[in-house]
C-alpha cells in the first residue's frame, strides 16, 4: 500500500507563510510526478501545483508567483512553499502521485491524509 504522509499545515494570517511537505516511497518518488491539490468548503479537489520527476512545474493562475513546488530527491520528498497567503487559499491541502512522470493531473494515482490550512485574521 502506498502512504503518501504530509505535514506542515496550520492557522496563518492573511499575508504570512507556511511550507507544505509530503514524503513518498522512493519506488514511487523516482518515477512519478508529485503535486498539492486543495479542496476548499463546498468546492472540488483542484490542482495547486505539480512537478515532474525532471522539476519541470505548474501552477493554478491563483497561485502563480505567491506558491512554489520543490522536490528533494534524496529525501523523496516534495515542499509546497506559499508565500502571501489570502483567505481564498483556505482549505484542505492533498498531496498526489499520478501514475505518470508527466504533469498531467487526473485526480488518479495515489493521496496523502490532507492537512488544513487556515488564512483568517
Known amino acids: 500500500q502506498v502512504r503518501l504522509v504530509e505535514s506542515g499545515g496550520g492557522l496563518v494570517q492573511p499575508g504570512g507563510s507556511l511550507r507544505l511537505s509530503c514524503a513518498a516511497p522512493g519506488s514511487i518518488f523516482s518515477i512519478y510526478a508529485m503535486g498539492w491539490y486543495r479542496q476548499s468548503p463546498g468546492k472540488e479537489r483542484d490542482l495547486v501545483a505539480g512537478i515532474s520527476t525532471f522539476g519541470r512545474t505548474i501552477y493554478a493562475d491563483s497561485v502563480q508567483g505567491r506558491f512554489t513546488i520543490s522536490r528533494d530527491n534524496a529525501k523523496n520528498t516534495i515542499y509546497l512553499q506559499m508565500n502571501n497567503l489570502k483567505p481564498e487559499d483556505t482549505g484542505v491541502y492533498y498531496c498526489?502521485?499520478?501514475?505518470?512522470?508527466?504533469?498531467?493531473?487526473?485526480?488518479?494515482?495515489?493521496w496523502g491524509q490532507g492537512t488544513q490550512v487556515t488564512v483568517s485574521s
Open positions: 498526489n502521485s499520478p501514475p505518470r512522470a508527466s504533469l498531467r493531473f487526473d485526480r488518479d494515482g495515489f
